[in-house]
Nanobody
Framework: QVQLVESGGRLVQAGGSLRLSCAAS????????MGWFRQVPGKEREFVAT????????YYADAVKGRFTISRDNAKNTVYLQMDSLKTEDTAVYYC??????????????????WGQGTQVTVSS
């Protein structure tokens, strides 16, 4: 069983930066692919970024590529999402997700088994 707790979401102005954190329970954190997703009301949950097992290769949605950076600290069981040059369209609830090993489709939320409760990010103009 893996429990995920996100933190760091808040109100920020467009062009600003924010770092989200996701702390995971469990002793085999390094064996999990960790992802960030986001969702706005009335829309499906969408892929943002992932740090994939085994070598922590990173992948990004086109909408955030070059602005967001996912990283992980396996010693601290934590994955981060550094968000720079934020835009109003980045406003959403951001979720951390985990799946053991490597899923077939890194960008599909249905392939992630564990989820955090979400943290609200609001970008004002």
């Amino acid at each position: 069983q893996v429990q995920l707790v996100e933190s760091g979401g808040r109100l920020v102005q467009a062009g600003g930066s924010l770092r989200l954190s996701c702390a995971a329970s469990g002793r085999t954190f390094s064996s999990y692919t960790m992802g960030w997703f986001r969702q706005v009301p009335g829309k499906e949950r969408e892929f943002v970024a992932t740090s994939a097992w085994p070598g922590s290769s990173t992948y990004y949605a086109d909408a955030v590529k070059g602005r967001f950076t996912i990283s992980r600290d396996n010693a601290k069981n934590t994955v981060y999402l550094q968000m720079d040059s934020l835009k109003t369209e980045d406003t959403a609830v951001y979720y951390c997700a985990a799946v053991f090993s490597l899923p077939r489709d890194l960008a599909s939320p249905t392939n992630y088994f564990y989820w955090g409760q979400g943290t609200q990010v609001t970008v004002s103009s």
